[in-house]
């Protein structure tokens, strides 16, 4: 697992590379948890175009995320899930809890 | 009922054992020429099955999960995902969605996920004896 950041006028962006399944999960809520304590954001996105699998794991990751966000009055939005990603977070009915953007958006854009 | 080809793994309850598992099963299933939409589901109620057993099974030492592999008759792959760890107490409540005894690391959402992804689903479990996880989806033949 692998976790990329990129911050600007708010927006913080993660995005996860790899695998994240219960092995990688610890790892990525780190990277998510020190980025957000560092940039201090307005706005979160995690990018999953470069996950090549995750399981209920990285549901996990998702709702602690959010969590920690909204806890200091930040948003967390999802981009461009694969099709095994999507499967996973349609099921968890996570797309009524946090925005998932099909393509990467202008703002706050992905890396 | 006869199975056409299987395998048998053994391997100790170790998180970085999860990817193997997924990595195994899709190679054994790759003989049946399942899209990878099926193979996607296939691998993620595996490592569901799994993860479960290296959290939940054994609390205080690392024992042995066990992966059998079947390919029944009419395209059907059974797996079984098997542990002699300390079982669940009432199965009905483990598989009810987001239920989990795993904090706020697990989403409660595993056993979901393999009802959705395979075609069936058998969870049988001895508190102190283990927990024997039977999956089976059968794989639609292209035309």
């Known amino acids: ?111 | 009922m006869n199975a056409q080809n299987y395998i048998k793994l053994e391997f100790p309850a170790r998180s970085v054992n999860e990817g193997f598992a997924r990595a195994a099963v899709a190679a054994f299933a790759s003989q049946l020429d399942p899209t990878l939409g099926e193979l996607g589901d296939i691998k993620t109620a595996v490592s569901e099955a799994v993860t479960n057993a290296v959290v939940h099974a054994y609390p205080d030492k690392i024992g042995t999960v066990q992966l059998r592999l079947r390919i029944l008759p009419d395209a059907v792959l059974e797996i079984v995902v098997k542990d002699h760890g300390v079982g669940i107490a009432d199965v009905t409540q483990a598989r009810a969605p987001l239920y989990t005894t795993g904090g706020e690391e697990r989403s409660g959402m595993g056993f979901t996920i393999m009802e959705s992804f395979m075609d069936k689903l058998r969870v049988k479990s001895v508190p102190g004896r283990g927990t024997t996880v039977t999956m089976s989806r059968r794989i639609r033949r292209r035309g």
């Not at chain 1, 990129?6 to 092995?23: I, M, N, P």
């Not at chain 1, 806890?71 to 996570?94: C, D, H, K, N, Y």
């Open chain 1, 1 to 111: 697992m692998q976790t990329l950041k990129q911050y600007a006028d708010g927006c913080l962006t993660v995005r996860l590379r790899g695998e994240l399944d219960h092995s990688a999960a610890a790892e990525a809520m780190r990277a998510i948890e020190e980025a957000a304590e560092e940039y201090l954001p307005r706005q979160c996105v995690l990018d999953l175009s470069g996950l090549s699998f995750m399981d209920s794991s990285g549901i996990a990751v998702i709702l602690k995320a959010d969590r920690l966000l909204r806890q200091s009055g930040a948003s967390l939005s999802l981009s461009q899930p694969p099709e095994q990603v999507r499967r996973v977070l349609e099921i968890a009915g996570l797309s009524q809890m946090v925005p998932i953007q099909a393509r990467k958006e202008k703002e706050c854009e992905p890396i």
